[in-house]
T-cell receptor
Framework: EDQVTQSPEALRLQEGESSSLNCSYT??????LFWYRQDPGKGPEFLFT???AGEEKEKERLKATLTKKESFLHITAPKPEDSATYLC???????????FGTGTRLKVLA | ETGVTQSPTHLIKTRGQQVTLRCSSQ?????VSWYQQALGQGPQFIFQ???????GRGNFPPRFSGLQFPNYSSELNVNALELDDSALYLC?????????????FGAGSRLTVL
């Protein structure tokens, strides 16, 4: 069964304290792995797509990496405005369905 | 702004009632998906419409139904509401970026069932 597990569930960081969020996945065939940011009361906002093991993408303080079993979202020197829930999703091959994890709630303290 | 508009933003219904949620996009994309996001959970796939036909469905009962119109706007209908239907309902369009199919979400409709 296709499945996505994210850890930790919640994370509190001091401003400038770098860390990583984990997304473990099991899928029969991977068309793509996606990272989204979701602010309270809003829809998910697209961050990155990764397609194959070894691929990396960067945007400002965020960097996403992908292996055959998991993805990491690295946050370097976070700021309070990075506080949000970060969602990981996989799109299995042969379907347009996206399977989401439950997310990591990130709080960055000033 | 994502270009995906959902209405209403919030609504309250009682158990057993019916609800219709609406979605439209600025560019009239021909593929639209609906997701249910319960509090503290990730979005769960309900179904997808392509050119007015349902072409994929998640593990949701038949009382969840949809429509897509010729202008590619869409509706999600839920009959016989249950308390567990309380959630954020998200509409998403599919956009291709260098071969990828990225879901772009609207802000959602928050449904509370009492």
């Amino acid at each position: 069964e296709d499945q996505v597990t994210q850890s930790p569930e919640a994370l509190r960081l001091q401003e400038g304290e770098s860390s990583s969020l984990n997304c473990s996945y099991t899928v029969s065939g991977l068309r793509g792995l996606f990272w989204y940011r979701q602010d309270p009361g809003k829809g998910p906002e697209f961050l990155f797509t990764l397609y194959s093991a070894g691929e990396e993408k960067e945007k400002e303080r965020l960097k996403a990496t992908l292996t055959k079993k998991e993805s990491f979202l690295h946050i370097t020197a976070p700021k309070p405005e990075d506080s949000a829930t970060y969602l990981c999703a996989v799109n299995p091959a042969g379907t347009y369905k996206y399977i989401f994890g439950t997310g990591t709630r990130l709080k960055v303290l000033a | 702004e994502t270009g995906v508009t959902q209405s209403p933003t919030h609504l309250i219904k009682t158990r057993g009632q019916q609800v219709t949620l609406r979605c439209s996009s600025q560019s009239g994309h021909n593929t639209v998906s609906w997701y249910q996001q319960a509090l503290g959970q990730g979005p769960q796939f309900i179904f997808q419409y392509y050119r007015e036909e349902e072409n994929g469905r998640g593990n949701f009962p038949p009382r969840f139904s949809g429509l897509q119109f010729p202008n590619y706007s869409s509706e999600l209908n839920v009959n016989a509401l249950e308390l567990d239907d309380s959630a954020l309902y998200l509409c998403a369009i599919m956009e291709g970026i260098t071969g990828a199919n990225v879901l772009t979400f609207g802000a959602g409709s928050r449904l509370t069932v009492l």
